[in-house]
């Protein structure tokens, strides 16, 4: 949900495939926790509810089940930083905090050559109605 990335895929670039081995580095670095963040999120979030967000992906991913949160605690730990961003009304981006170059999209690579856009991800039979 942070980085809007597959959690397998080929198409990124060599270190890139896999989206654990490369995001986890930086989910618990405060500094580099943007690079993980998907870009067509930015404005919509303060870095300080990012930086949890981030921290509790991280915990997500403890290899001792017993250090990682349950779902009910993921959920009530979502909703009160869900409500602690709406009632704080900011809603600036860690871009308006510090510049920096903006990164390229598939998209931006697909309006100047199309055949080297990644390709759009399938319906997941999961959520089919």
Sequence with gaps: MLSGRRAIDKNRP???H???EWAKPYLGN??????VLDTRLEGQYSMDVAS????LALRCLSKDPRFRPSMSDIVKELE???QQSKD???TRS???????PRRRSAGDVASRNPSVAYPRPSAS???AK
């Design 14 to 16: 060599s270190g890139e």
């Design 18 to 20: 896999n989206l654990v």
């Design 30 to 35: 405060k500094r580099k926790v943007f690079r």
């Design 52 to 55: 949890k967000v981030a921290n």
């Design 80 to 82: 009160q930083l869900y």
């Design 88 to 90: 704080s009304g900011n």
């Design 94 to 100: 860690h871009a308006s905090n510090r510049p920096r």
């Design 125 to 127: 039979p999961l959520y």
